[in-house]
T-cell receptor, first 113, second 117 residues
Framework: KQEVTQIPAALSVPEGENLVLNCSFT??????LQWFRQDPGKGLTSLLL?????REQTSGRLNASLDKSSGRSTLYIAASQPGDSATYLC????????????FGSGTQLTVLP | EAGVAQSPRYKIIEKRQSVAFWCNPI?????LYWYQQILGQGPKLLIQ????????DSQLPKDRFSAERLKGVDSTLKIQPAKLEDSAVYLC???????????????FGPGTRLTVL
């Protein structure tokens, strides 16, 4: 059974800092990996999707990497802003599953002005 | 393009009462998912529909939870009777993915926050 772990559970940084969020998964046979953002009282917004054949994806100040063999992914946020404050969730789709997402518990990020 | 709609946004009930949540997916999306997100945890899949058929309901507590998608469009999730541990956010998502086909992104609704007292 696939398990997804995110470390740290919470992170507080001053504005302008670069930061890294970590995600690990137990079964390397994945179809793809996805990073989401969740604001309080809101649904999930997809940030980046990395297919199993890819190493990384970039969108603006966000860069996500994937090392399938070691079961790890990182989300790098450059020049953090207070508006980046949210919970970031990592999710994987395992190969062979009916395209279902298995989520980690998330990292709650606070960027202080 | 309208997003995934859910109602109500908030619900407070007492234990042993019944409650129902409604979801309207993005138009044309064949696949609909219901997730339960307990505070401090990631969403957990409860049930997945493909059109009006159930693909997977292995994690749905069937003694108290039920869900339907009769016409293959909108869906209702019901809890009867509710327990304290059912307090959570219930998220609905939809996608255009076909079973066994390539993955298409899931789009999430705003969720319904349920509090059971």
């Amino acid at each position: 059974k696939q398990e997804v772990t995110q470390i740290p559970a919470a992170l507080s940084v001053p504005e302008g800092e670069n930061l890294v969020l970590n995600c690990s998964f137990t079964d390397s046979a994945i179809y793809n990996l996805q990073w989401f953002r969740q604001d309080p009282g809101k649904g999930l917004t997809s940030l980046l999707l990395i297919q199993s054949s890819q190493r990384e994806q970039t969108s603006g100040r966000l860069n996500a990497s994937l090392d399938k063999s070691s079961g790890r992914s990182t989300l790098y946020i450059a020049a953090s802003q207070p508006g980046d404050s949210a919970t970031y969730l990592c999710a994987v789709i395992s190969s062979g599953s009916a395209r279902q997402l298995t989520f980690g518990s998330g990292t709650q990020l606070t960027v202080l002005p | 393009e309208a997003g995934v709609a859910q109602s109500p946004r908030y619900k407070i009930i007492e234990k042993r009462q019944s409650v129902a949540f409604w979801c309207n997916p993005i138009s044309g999306h064949a696949t609909l998912y219901w997730y339960q997100q307990i505070l401090g945890q990631g969403p957990k899949l409860l049930i997945q529909f493909q059109n009006n058929g159930v693909v997977d309901d292995s994690q749905l507590p069937k003694d108290r939870f039920s869900a339907e998608r009769l016409k293959g469009v909108d869906s209702t999730l019901k809890i009867q009777p509710a327990k304290l541990e059912d307090s959570a956010v219930y998220l609905c998502a939809s996608s255009s993915v076909d079973r066994g086909g390539p993955y298409n992104e899931q789009f999430f609704g705003p969720g319904t926050r349920l509090t059971v007292l």
